[in-house]
């Protein structure tokens, strides 16, 4: 176990003294009173990894000193000690903030683990702090780029929406920077210091994405050899960002939909209700209404998620942004020194209609800046021989060319194609089935 520092105040005090010690031995540094007061006062003076609190206690309980605590250290995880005539008081405190709660006597062992997941959580969670701190002063120094007015827009409407607890849903085509949006509503809030969970819904298998949002207890199912904390936990009082939501199975959609309403779920294979405060931002390049006319999306979910709805515009729909774009990609983007376009390169640009959106633009100008001999980037540099430079293609043509190509190029391993083309592996396979793609060799059989 690793070491941490742990906070401890019981008043029963043969019970903190033996705690100590063991905990001690195993290399811990451990505080232990007797005296809710004078942990309040270590709590001001020190930074814990882990608290564990009794709660009944004289001079304050339990309850206070956890409010009291998480005011000076809102990071800190609290677990408490309860008899068992306590356990409501102990519930509450889990709906104010504790990690979790034990009833006396505890098994050693028990404790022991239930502090290092604790204190595991509470590292996580200032490590989060610490790259959103990053973030923030990264997205709160700039504005999202674009001069266009469905860009202005789109920036005044994250502002004026970004400290409330509502949901959003963010919608556009894939590659048009959803989030980013996600990111801005959080960073532009006050929730700016707590975490910013991201889950891409359509990347985890139906079984297993129950467990990976709301977590589980050890033996829900088989593998489940440790409890595990769900991205809901880690996401306590932050955003958490549910990216391809139409892809998340219809059964965990009533279990989603609850807690957006309540706060209140379960881990796997646990009946203890937990409680926290998320705020939900989710994002999807698909018609949710289409889904739930067809019975593929729960309409009262898509209500509850569709409270502030945010259209991302697709880049050929904001052409004035492209220069910006590049520039901000040329000069921040890319380590392979000075680059500029010339006016045939930009021309290029300004014309193509982009179907993988500013995605597809940051990979077309990668490529150029690998391919270009000097420090300016010629409209050659910007497409292979074999690509068509006409830009008088249908949005459709040039998508299934652009994924058959994708396809050929990793030798149609489905889910890295589907990882390059930033998009759901059922997404892709929806479109290799829609398209009529088939592997080279599968092809030429059935030609013959």
Not at 12 to 20: G, W
Not at 230 to 251: K, P, Q, W
Not at 392 to 402: A, N, P, Q
Request: aromatic share 8%.
């Amino acid at each position: 176990m690793e070491p941490y520092r742990i906070l401890i105040a019981d008043d029963e005090m043969s019970f903190i003294q033996l705690l100590q010690k063991r905990l001690s031995r195993q290399g811990h540094e451990v505080f232990a009173f007797s005296s809710p007061i004078e942990a309040l006062k270590a709590v001001a003076a020190k930074s814990f990894d882990v608290a564990l609190f009794d709660i009944k206690m004289p001079e304050l309980d339990g309850l206070d000193l956890l409010a009291k605590a998480k005011e000076v250290q809102p990071t800190l995880e609290v677990v408490m000690l309860t008899g068992h005539g306590d356990i409501e008081t102990a519930i509450e405190a889990m709906k104010r903030g504790a990690y979790d709660y034990l009833t006396k006597p505890v098994e050693p062992a028990k404790l022991e683990l239930t502090l290092q997941k604790a204190a595991e959580k509470g590292r996580l969670i200032k490590k989060s702090i610490g790259l959103a701190a990053a973030q923030k002063t990264h997205i709160g120094n700039r504005p999202l780029i674009g001069k266009s007015s469905s860009m202005l827009w789109l920036t005044e409407m994250i502002k004026r929406v970004a400290d409330s607890d509502s949901p959003v849903l963010v919608l556009g085509e894939s590659g048009t920077g959803k989030e980013l949006v996600a990111q801005a509503l959080h960073f532009w809030s006050r929730r700016a210091d707590q975490p910013f969970i991201p889950l891409n819904v359509g990347t985890l298998p139906a079984h297993l994405a129950e467990s990976e949002l709301f977590g589980h207890v050890k033996g829900a199912f088989t593998g489940a050899h440790t409890a595990k904390q769900g991205l809901v936990e880690l996401a306590h009082r932050g955003t958490l960002f549910l990216d391809e939501i139409a892809e998340l199975d219809i059964s965990l959609q009533v279990k989603l939909l609850r807690f957006l309403e309540t706060g209140e779920f379960r881990r796997v294979g646990d009946p203890a209700v937990r409680h926290v405060q998320v705020r939900v931002v989710a994002a999807t390049n698909r018609d949710l209404k289409e889904m739930v006319a067809a019975g593929k999306f729960r309409k009262d979910l898509y209500y509850r998620l569709n409270v502030v709805s945010l259209p991302v515009p697709p880049l050929r729909e904001r052409r004035e942004d492209i220069p910006l774009l590049v520039s901000y990609f040329l000069n921040n983007r890319f380590y392979h020194g000075p680059k500029e376009l010339s006016r045939e390169a930009m021309e290029y640009l300004m014309a193509y209609d982009y179907p993988g959106n500013v995605r597809e633009l940051v990979n077309i100008l990668e490529r150029g800046v690998l391919l270009s001999r000097g420090s300016v980037i010629q409209k050659e540099d910007l497409y292979y021989p074999w690509e068509s430079a006409c830009q008088d293609l249908k949005l459709e043509s040039v998508e299934r060319e652009h994924i058959n190509r994708v396809l050929r190029q990793v030798k149609w391993d489905k889910p890295k194609a589907a990882e390059l083309l930033g998009i759901a592996l059922r997404t892709l396979y929806r479109k290799i089935e829609y398209y009529g793609l088939t592997p080279p060799e599968q092809s030429d059989h059935l030609s013959t």
